[in-house]
């Protein structure tokens, strides 16, 4: 085979297509894989992704599209954030985005984290009262008690926001979540 130049042949699409047409002559994975550097040098889809479009193409799949995911939405623009824009825009034509009062006053940023804890036995909890001719009482080591909670904390520029610790026991789901950012909405608004 011909080699490609990468910048003129780099859409997932048209590699998805290549990948395909070996697969329909029943080429396995592996050798559909160690074909397409030759071509595509170091452009070329990893073993991970041929491997991944190889089977998804054994399930009769015939779409080289990405499927739409759900979460979030794939389009941010909507009828009033555009009219939005376009008053910015009309009132002021040598707006620029950069020139917005307080752009970063309105960030606000969050992370997550495990927090590692424990509470082991100090020399003063372990002490106990016995007789004077009553025997040393035996010592067992003690293994610290250990563990580990989630933290989720959310700031923007003046401080933090919210700090949340994950209850034990709790899994982080949908419905922790929408709590958890109806709380930072509060947070941000008391601020």
Same mark, same amino acid.
């Given at each position: 085979?011909?080699?490609?130049?990468?910048?003129?042949?780099?859409?997932?699409?048209?590699? =998805?297509?290549?990948?395909?047409?070996?697969?329909?002559?029943?080429?396995?994975?592996?050798?559909?894989?160690?074909?397409?550097?030759?071509?595509?040098?170091?452009?070329?889809?990893?073993?991970?992704?041929?491997?991944? #479009?190889? /089977?998804?193409?054994?399930?009769? =799949?015939?779409?080289?599209?990405?499927?739409?995911?759900?979460?979030?939405p794939v389009e941010v623009t909507n009828?009033?954030?555009?009219?939005?824009?376009?008053?910015?825009?009309?009132?002021?034509?040598?707006?620029?985005?950069?020139?917005?009062?307080?752009?970063?006053?309105?960030?606000?940023?969050?992370?997550?984290? #495990?927090?590692?804890?424990?509470?082991?036995?100090?020399?003063?909890?372990?002490?106990? #009262?016995?007789?004077?001719?009553?025997?040393?009482?035996?010592?067992?080591?003690?293994?610290?008690? /250990?563990?580990?909670?989630? /933290?989720?904390?959310? #700031?923007?520029?003046?401080?933090?926001?919210?700090?949340?610790?994950?209850?034990?026991?709790?899994?982080?789901?949908?419905?922790?979540y929408y709590d958890l950012l109806d =709380?930072? =909405?509060?947070?941000?608004? /008391?601020?």
């Amino acid at each position: 085979m011909a080699r490609v130049d990468s910048a003129k042949f780099s859409s997932k699409v048209e590699y =998805r297509a290549v990948i395909r047409y070996l697969y329909l002559k029943e080429k396995p994975g592996k050798e559909i894989h160690d074909e397409l550097p030759d071509v595509y040098g170091d452009s070329a889809p990893s073993h991970a992704q041929v491997k991944f #479009w190889v /089977a998804e193409f054994k399930r009769g =799949r015939v779409n080289l599209e990405d499927e739409p995911r759900p979460g979030r939405p794939v389009e941010v623009t909507n009828d009033q954030t555009s009219e939005a824009v376009r008053q910015l825009v009309v009132k002021d034509r040598q707006k620029k985005v950069w020139d917005a009062d307080n752009l970063m006053e309105i960030i606000v940023a969050g992370d997550e984290t #495990w927090v590692h804890h424990y509470d082991p036995e100090t020399k003063e909890q372990s002490k106990q #009262w016995t007789g004077f001719a009553s025997p040393r009482p035996k010592m067992f080591k003690t293994q610290p008690s /250990a563990g580990k909670v989630m /933290a989720t904390i959310f #700031w923007d520029t003046k401080g933090v926001l919210l700090t949340d610790y994950l209850p034990r026991g709790q899994t982080i789901n949908g419905e922790y979540y929408y709590d958890l950012l109806d =709380r930072l =909405r509060t947070a941000i608004f /008391a601020k």
